[in-house]
């Protein structure tokens, strides 16, 4: 399973940024995807995920609200739309896929759960 996560970038406060998590459309038909993000100093955390069974979406507290996550299964891509950044939200950001995530939302928002991951993008926001 390959994961290539890309469109990270320099953000300003309240702007808006769309992270692609390029896989294939078989991983996206037997994997979970989920986004975790790991800012300086700080510890790897969830920010959301989607089964791959029933396109159920669950998000990390923090996200809600703000951020979308989808998928492009014609693609093989699954996206997670960044709305109203915030200086709290420059991190790496990370795509990770596995099929036992399926399981439930708790499982699926779980970064110890997952297999493979991605290399991860930059996102900085800054005025």
Not at 41 to 47: A, D, L, M, N, T
Not at 76 to 103: F, H, K, S
Not at 107 to 115: A, E, F, I, K, S
Request: a negative charge; one cysteine or more.
């Amino acid at each position: 399973v390959q994961l290539q996560a890309s469109g990270g970038g320099l953000a300003q406060p309240g702007d808006s940024l769309r992270l692609s998590c390029e896989a294939s459309t078989s991983t996206l038909d037997s994997y979970a995807i989920g986004w975790f993000r790991q800012a300086p100093g700080k510890e790897r955390e969830e920010v959301a995920c989607i089964s791959s069974i029933d396109g159920n979406k669950y998000y990390a507290h923090s996200s809600k609200g703000r951020f979308t996550i989808s998928a492009d299964r014609t693609k093989g891509t699954v996206y997670l739309q960044m709305t109203r950044l915030t200086p709290e939200d420059t991190a790496i950001y990370y795509c990770a896929a596995d099929g036992w995530a399926n399981q439930d939302g708790e499982t699926c928002l779980g970064r110890g759960v997952y297999t493979y991951w991605g290399q991860g993008t930059q996102v900085t926001v800054s005025s």
